[in-house]
């Protein structure tokens, strides 16, 4: 599943039709449709949409990236003498 099917299927949990949330969120019907065809959205498009069912997008760091960049190698490489 999409991001923009699962903020959809929110909304409908919410007794939101896609109109409503479009209404509610000021995104054009033919922007949600061309994205829900596409898989593809702006992130301001999202941020507005997610706001409408009363949600925010937050971005956290892949813990295991983070791990490697406070190792003491985090580019794995190995030296052989």
Same mark, same amino acid.
Request: aromatic share 4%.
């Given at each position: 599943? *999409?991001l923009?099917? #699962?903020?959809? +299927?929110t909304?409908k949990?919410?007794?939101?039709s896609?109109k409503t949330?479009c209404?509610r969120?000021?995104?054009?019907?033919?922007?949600?449709s061309?994205?829900k065809? *596409?898989?593809?959205? #702006?992130?301001k +498009?999202?941020?507005?949409l997610l706001?409408?069912?009363?949600?925010?997008v937050s971005?956290?760091?892949?813990d295991s990236?983070?791990d490697?960049?406070n190792?003491?190698n985090?580019?794995?490489l190995e030296?052989?003498?």
């Amino acid at each position: 599943m *999409s991001l923009i099917t #699962d903020i959809i +299927t929110t909304a409908k949990a919410q007794g939101m039709s896609q109109k409503t949330l479009c209404l509610r969120t000021g995104v054009p019907e033919s922007t949600l449709s061309r994205a829900k065809k *596409s898989g593809n959205c #702006d992130l301001k +498009t999202i941020e507005r949409l997610l706001s409408g069912i009363n949600s925010k997008v937050s971005i956290t760091p892949d813990d295991s990236y983070a791990d490697k960049m406070n190792s003491d190698n985090p580019f794995g490489l190995e030296f052989k003498l």
